[in-house]
């Protein structure tokens, strides 16, 4: 059974780790009755570089295909606001102490066709 939902993109502003801890934030916030917590990953794949967030709920597994739909959905709704509109909704949360920053992580990746590495990161 899978541990959770990975999100893998690239920001249209190159490695905006502000955006990335936006969108991880407030996305996590949209759910939070499923207790939603978050991991950020700034992975370098033979030079190319990518952010992953892997969303992590007991309600976010295989078993539940539906919520898992709703997060993704959510996240893209979020994806396209415009940067300011999503950077004030994450400043005012984190204003008022609702969400804090989580510490962005950096890992080097290899092509491997049989397994899936964001398991290994956490």
Same mark, same amino acid.
């Given at each position: 059974?899978?541990? @959770?939902?990975? &999100?893998? =993109?690239?920001?249209?502003? @190159?490695?905006? +780790?502000? !955006?990335?801890?936006? !969108?991880? @934030?407030?996305?996590?916030?949209?759910?939070?009755?499923?207790? &939603? /917590?978050?991991?950020? =990953?700034?992975?370098?794949?033979? #030079?190319?570089?990518?952010?992953? &967030?892997? =969303? !992590?709920?007991? /309600? !976010?597994?295989?078993?539940?295909? +539906? $919520?898992?739909?709703?997060?993704?959905?959510?996240?893209?709704?979020?994806?396209?606001?415009?940067? #300011? $509109? &999503?950077?004030?909704?994450?400043?005012?949360? /984190?204003?008022? #102490?609702?969400?804090?920053?989580?510490?962005? /992580? $950096?890992?080097?990746?290899?092509?491997?066709?049989? $397994?899936?590495?964001?398991?290994?990161?956490?």
């Amino acid at each position: 059974m899978e541990k @959770g939902l990975e &999100i893998a =993109f690239q920001t249209a502003d @190159g490695m905006d +780790e502000a !955006l990335v801890q936006a !969108l991880a @934030g407030v996305t996590a916030y949209d759910f939070r009755n499923m207790d &939603i /917590k978050y991991n950020i =990953f700034l992975v370098d794949l033979y #030079g190319q570089k990518y952010f992953r &967030i892997l =969303f !992590l709920s007991k /309600k !976010l597994t295989d078993l539940h295909p +539906e $919520e898992r739909k709703r997060v993704r959905e959510k996240f893209d709704e979020n994806a396209r606001m415009s940067y #300011g $509109e &999503i950077m004030k909704i994450y400043h005012d949360l /984190k204003a008022r #102490g609702i969400i804090v920053d989580r510490p962005i /992580k $950096e890992v080097r990746e290899e092509y491997d066709l049989w $397994e899936d590495p964001i398991w290994q990161y956490i």
